[in-house]
């Protein structure tokens, strides 16, 4: 059974930098085909792919927020972490980490998704 | 980017219905689209990859179509525990970028 989970703060004030660690189990980002991705919703609104990190290191991000956002993973303590610099209120949202079905070496979507963060920027 | 709208942005059924909730690309995908169930204050959940290729688990009542700009999502016969928000997803190219998402509600 995989399962995620992610951590972090829930409130953070604006021009701070946002840490989220997503722990995993049931799989292992040191196995070829496997993929992590995060994904973000602001209260009410729609949902925004974030990043994803691959088996192999290969990283991808959103463009719009390429330059604020840095993905990594420990394969020994079955985690990915995401790092947000420069945070804003607009980035208030709730924060998933997921896993990524896989196809042909390709992301087909995401399941599970962890339960999700709550993150608040505000002063 | 590539650009997701979903139609409608909500619709009212009752148990039963049938109910087709469309999803628009801005350009070809091929058939790398993925359709989510999010019910309040959850996380969303995979029902269909591929356009058309249900993930394991899911009921049989739900069933995906399309290919190129325009895709569909059928609930055959809605239960209680589908009235929720459905998102889609285009996995053709990154920036992966969701639909605004459908409200299914009780009429």
């Known amino acids: 059974q995989i399962t995620l989970k992610e951590s972090g703060p829930t409130l953070v004030k604006p021009t701070q930098t946002l840490t989220l660690t997503c722990t995993f189990s049931?799989?292992?980002?040191?196995?070829?085909?496997?993929?992590v991705g995060w994904i973000r919703q602001p209260p009410g609104k729609a949902l925004e792919w974030l990043a994803v990190?691959?088996?192999?290191?290969?990283?991808r991000y959103s463009p719009s927020l390429k330059s604020r956002l840095t993905i990594t993973k420990d394969t020994s303590k079955n985690q990915v972490v995401l790092t947000m610099t420069n945070m804003d209120p607009v980035d208030t949202a709730t924060y998933y980490c997921?896993?990524?079905?896989?196809?042909?070496?390709?992301?087909?979507?995401?399941?599970?998704w962890g339960q999700g963060t709550l993150v608040t920027v505000s002063s | 980017d590539i650009q997701m709208t979903q139609s409608p942005s909500s619709v009212s059924a009752s148990v039963g219905d049938r109910v087709t909730i469309t999803c628009r690309a801005t350009?070809?995908?091929?058939?790398?689209l993925a359709w989510y169930q999010q019910k309040p204050g959850r996380a969303p959940k995979l029902l269909i990859y591929?356009?058309?290729s249900l993930q394991s688990g899911v009921p049989s009542r739900f069933s995906g179509s399309g290919s190129g700009t325009d895709f569909t999502l059928t609930i055959s016969s809605l239960q209680p525990e589908d009235f929720a928000t459905y998102f889609c997803q285009q996995a053709n190219s990154f920036p992966f970028t969701f639909g605004p998402g459908t409200k299914v509600d009780i009429k």
């Open positions: 350009q070809g995908i091929s058939s790398w």
């Open positions: 591929g356009a058309s």
């Open positions: 997921a896993h990524g079905i896989v196809r042909q070496l390709w992301i087909v979507g995401f399941d599970p």
């Open positions: 990190i691959y088996w192999d290191e290969d990283k």
């Open positions: 049931g799989f292992s980002l040191s196995t070829s085909g496997v993929a």
